[in-house]
């Protein structure tokens, strides 16, 4: 007999949609040339956080971001206890030298996941400054990485998960707590 998992909702649609516009006035606010930046996307939601980002930034200013993945699967220090799945390619547009760079993922817990994306970037070049943005900080962290934008901190037990729903990807949008 599986036990049914209960989903509280964090951030209904609606509520998303006005955290990512806020995200985005923050960034706007924070980054003084827009066409320095590079968003660089992590492995799963983060690429699709990224695509979101990068059209309300068009929206916005007109300007046409540019923006990458980075999969840091292999630059993990603790794959054994949170395995692997199948590689994405890092897709980096442009020299990443004298860029700032937005590494862009959906939830930040242990900082291993940030860690480990920072070592993949790294591998391409040094950049100008190197930024971070979460929908969600779940607190939890194991190493001294924290983000400089951020949707909600949502404190949770170590036993809970946290998962951004996009419905591109998942036919329903949201942030849900399981």
């Not at 699709?48 to 999969?71: A, H, M, P």
């Not at 292999?74 to 390619?89: C, E, H, K, M, S």
């Not at 900082?111 to 970037?121: E, K, N, S, V, W």
């Not at 998962?163 to 849900?176: A, C, H, T």
Request: glycine share 6%; charged share 30%.
């Amino acid at each position: 007999m599986s036990k049914k998992t209960k989903k509280i909702v964090i951030l209904t649609e609606v509520e998303l949609r006005k955290t990512i516009s806020r995200l985005t006035c923050e960034i706007i606010e924070k980054v003084k040339k827009l066409d320095n930046l590079l968003l660089v996307g992590i492995p799963t939601r983060g690429i699709e956080l990224t695509e979101v980002l990068e059209k309300e930034l068009f929206s916005i200013t007109g300007l046409r971001v540019r923006k990458g993945t980075i999969d840091p699967t292999f630059y993990r220090d603790d794959q054994n206890r949170v395995g692997t799945r199948l590689i994405q390619a890092a897709d980096i547009p442009t020299p990443i030298e004298e860029q700032e760079i937005l590494l862009i993922d959906d939830v930040i817990y242990t900082g291993r996941t940030i860690r480990a994306a920072m070592d993949a970037l790294y591998s391409w070049g040094r950049p100008q400054r190197v930024m971070l943005l979460v929908m969600v900080d779940r607190g939890h962290r194991e190493l001294p990485i924290q983000p400089d934008f951020c949707g909600k901190k949502v404190p949770t037990s170590k036993m809970e998960s946290i998962s951004l729903r996009l419905k591109n990807v998942d036919n329903e949008e949201g942030v849900f707590l399981e």
